[in-house]
């Protein structure tokens, strides 16, 4: 198959590579579909919103009601993902898997409540095991039912105070990079600030035993939402859609999916490198090239929202351009 998606790019009305990763998306998109006419079907953004139990420790520069807030924000569309969205035409639903307050219902809001929040993961793991199912299953629920209404690539963002310190201790125990170069600002710490969350993450850390695979990192140290995040990707996967990674905490729940199944990053495209400091580290890690590089650190799926277009040229290039032979052009001698 990749070499007739070669031909076919290589033959298109320009130079060799002259569309430089234009052809590396559409080369990806066209392997993760096996055809030579990829489609890209009711794009969606799942914006998965969770609190963290982490957050009472003091680890970021906003108090934990701020999600609650925030997801009111979306279904009322004042947020950068609902401008964003609106502006490529994205399909964007909210999803509940945690937070520390009832969600009025909204049309595009998903109820998926696990609890509300985390536990602290100072004084113990985060959520049971059983939590942990549960996410998985809900996600499965949400992935099927978007797939179900045509959907075949799927942007996945987040919102949830402490939730850059959950995805900083993902990072390290599964990647083995000390948690120095995990952490970062978040939602705009103080130097003083980021030294007590890097203090209270090593004390964590102290307090647990390494964990064995990604599901039991993800029971000692994630969020609901992250936990969500995992597991919608392995489920779009399955349903071999397109995978929109956004930035660090994204990425981090997807670290945890390609643990768990490798073969899922030939249906994952990596839509930006966040600012935050250990998502460079990240992506190299996973071997992953990012398509922008904004200085971008939102969340929210944003970067997603923002790549989506490059992501749109790739696919209609690649349908659309006139080879040589059939515009009359003749080729390089």
Known sequence: MIEQVKYKIDNKTKPLGALGRLEDIATQVCLAQQTLIPTLEHPTMLVFAADHGIASSGVSAYPSEVTAQMVA???????????????HGIDLKIVDAGVNQEVEKHKNLIDAKVGKGTNSFLAGNAMSEAAL???????????ESVHLEGCNVVGFGEMGIGNT???SLLMSVLCNIPIEQCVGRGTGLNDEQLAHKLSVLNQALENHPTPGNARQALVQFGGFEIAQVCAGMLAAFKKNMLILVDGFIATAAYLCACTINPAIKGNALFCHQSDEQGHKLMLEFLDASPILNLGMRLGEG?????AYPIIESAVRFVNEMASFEHAGVSQQT
């Not at 924000?73 to 950068?80: H, I, T, V």
């Not at 993902?81 to 609106?86: A, E, F, P, Q, T």
């Not at 944003?302 to 923002?306: D, I, K, L, P, S």
């Open 73 to 87: 924000n979306f279904l009322q569309g004042g947020a950068a993902i609902n401008v964003l969205c609106k502006q």
């Open 165 to 167: 310190s959950s995805a």
């Open 133 to 143: 199912e549960t996410c998985f299953d809900k996600a499965e629920t949400i992935i």
């Open 302 to 306: 944003t970067g997603c929202a923002v």
